[in-house]
Each structure stands twice: as C-alpha cells, then as structure tokens.
C-alpha cells in the first residue's frame, strides 16, 4: 500500500484524489489530508508543512517520495498513467521537477483559475463545497 499526503484545502488536489479514490479498485493506496485532525498524531514523521510545500509519500517499502516522484507512484500503484515514468527518465527529469516545483508554489492560485476556488473549505474532506 502507498500512503500519499495531500492538501485537502487544495481544490485541484481534492479533484486528483477524487481520481485516485474512483480508480483505485485493488485498494492499493491509503490517501491522507495534511489538514485532518488525526494528522499529526499518526504521522508524526511527515512534517505537515513540508507536506503542504510538496506531495509525500511512503512507497509500500517504506521509502519516502516527494515531488513528482509521490505523484508517478501513486498512479502507478494503481495501474493508471503509466506513461508518467517518462518523467523520472534523467533528461526528462529535471525539467519535470521544475514544472512541478512550480505548480505546487502556485496551486491555490491555480486552482482559482481553474475552478474559481482558492481553497476547499476545512470542514469539508472528501471534496470542496459548492460556492
């Protein structure tokens, strides 16, 4: 099982996870919000706020991924996307990363672009409410 940490507040990374969740069948991934209660009590080693600046995740080994590298391996635990390993190729893989970086810098104005919300509401886990 791959246990990914994301940012519940983030609209376009609820709108993954809600991918995720549709996709994973075999139940091969166990998704955890940053933001939720029980957080930090059981996880103590993630630190919540590098968390927040990049996407974690242990791997079934319990090796840490960040970045880009959590990303692909969740999709792959679930057998979708598989075209994403081109990104971890070495030429390839900087420039990723750097695209990356900058996403998640931007995501909540992104996300308001996108779908006019900068953030989900705490009270909400699975999904932002409507406006």
């Not at 609209?11 to 969740?21: M, N």
């Not at 996880?43 to 242990?58: E, F, G």
């Not at 909540?108 to 009270?123: D, F, I, N, V």
């Amino acid at each position: 099982m791959v246990t990914l940490f994301y940012d519940g507040y983030c609209p376009l990374c609820v709108k993954e996870i809600t991918l995720l969740k549709r996709y994973d069948t075999a139940q091969r991934l166990n998704l955890v919000d940053i933001h939720s209660d029980t957080f930090n009590n059981l996880y103590p080693q993630i630190d919540q706020h590098a968390a927040d600046r990049l996407l974690h995740a242990i791997l079934d080994n319990g090796q840490l991924v960040t970045g880009l590298d959590a990303n692909v391996a969740v999709w792959q635990a679930i057998g979708r996307h598989k075209w994403l390993k081109v990104l971890r190729w070495p030429v390839i893989r900087w420039f990723a990363d750097q695209g990356y970086f900058l996403f998640a810098k931007h995501r909540h104005k992104l996300s308001y672009w996108l779908t006019g919300k900068k953030r989900c509401e705490p009270c909400s886990k699975d999904h932002c409410p409507p406006r």
